[in-house]
Nanobody, 119 residues
């Protein structure tokens, strides 16, 4: 069993920076890759990026590449999503997920944290 808790959401201005955290717990957390997803208002949930737990290798969606950075702290069992140059279209509920096999079907989800970017 893996438990994920996101934090760090809130209101930000366009062009600003916001950092989200995802605290993970569970004895087998190192077996999972960690993904970030988001769901804009009225839209489907979409992939933002992922990081491999052991090696820290990252992959990003085109909308996140060059602006967002995913990192992790093994010591703190925490994954971060650093969002730079925020745009109003980044407004969404952001979720972290633990992925054992396919990013299309994450095994565990956090509860989500709301991000609102004002213009």
């Amino acid at each position: 069993q893996v438990h994920l808790v996101e934090s760090g959401g809130g209101l930000a201005q366009a062009g600003g920076t916001l950092t989200l955290s995802c605290a993970a717990s569970g004895r087998t957390i190192s077996s999972y890759d960690m993904g970030w997803f988001r769901q804009p208002p009225g839209k489907e949930r979409e992939f933002v990026g992922r990081i491999t737990w052991n090696w820290g290798i990252t992959t990003y969606a085109p909308s996140a590449k060059d602006r967002f950075i995913i990192s992790r702290s093994k010591a703190k069992n925490t994954v971060y999503l650093i969002m730079n140059s925020l745009k109003p279209e980044d407004t969404a509920v952001y979720y972290c997920a633990a992925v054992l096999a396919s990013i299309a079907t994450p095994d565990y989800w956090g509860q989500g944290t709301q991000v609102i970017v004002s213009s």
